[in-house]
């Protein structure tokens, strides 16, 4: 799979092509992801072999209406090349370039707005987390407090057991704030 890094300070976007797996020609999407260097990898990869699976924030491009950007592989290859070109070019830098510097585009954010149900880059169901980071490398203890604090309020009783031991020791991290 073709992959693109670019690291811009702590803010790290990853760019991939994915093709379809079950015929030679078929589809192709286009995966993008941005981490933050101080976050931890969810998959344990080395920031240097950084996946789109392994960042914080991840999305399949999609177009206005939500659907997802697909390119239909052909005989000509050369027009396809170009066609996820303009893809990324219009849709896909654009998005990355909304998650571009920290701390200014990340600090402000809600988990509802890169939570499972976002538009473009979402942090699925460990948008507190990852936003609580944010915060707390920021230097605001008390907000990064609160949002680990609301989320293990909101996922009591979940049966995801290490997201809520990861949580508790995040808000232990943060002090008494």
Not at 29 to 47: E, Q, S
Not at 68 to 75: K, N, S
Not at 111 to 130: M, N, Q, T, V
Not at 163 to 173: N, P
Request: aromatic content about 6%.
């Amino acid at each position: 799979m073709p992959r693109w890094r670019r690291r811009l300070d702590d803010v790290i976007h990853v760019l991939e092509l994915q093709r379809g797996r079950w015929s030679s020609r078929g589809s192709l999407w286009i995966n993008l992801g941005v981490h933050l260097a101080f976050v931890p990898v969810l998959l344990a990869r080395p920031l240097a072999k950084l996946d789109e699976p392994g960042c914080a924030l991840r999305c399949r491009l999609s177009d206005e209406a939500g659907s997802e950007v697909t390119i239909r592989l052909g005989a000509d290859d050369a027009a396809c090349a170009a066609a996820a070109w303009r893809e990324v070019r219009e849709r896909g830098l654009p998005l990355l370039d909304r998650f571009a510097c920290f701390p200014e585009d990340f600090v402000t954010l809600e988990p509802e707005a890169i939570g499972w149900h976002a538009k473009g880059l979402s942090a699925g169901g460990r948008a507190a987390l990852f936003l609580a980071r944010c915060r707390l490398h920021a230097g605001d203890a008390a907000g990064a407090k609160r949002l680990a604090e609301n989320e293990l309020r909101q996922t009591a009783g979940s049966h995801a057991v290490a997201y809520l031991e990861e949580l508790r020791r995040f808000v232990e991290e943060c002090g008494a704030g």
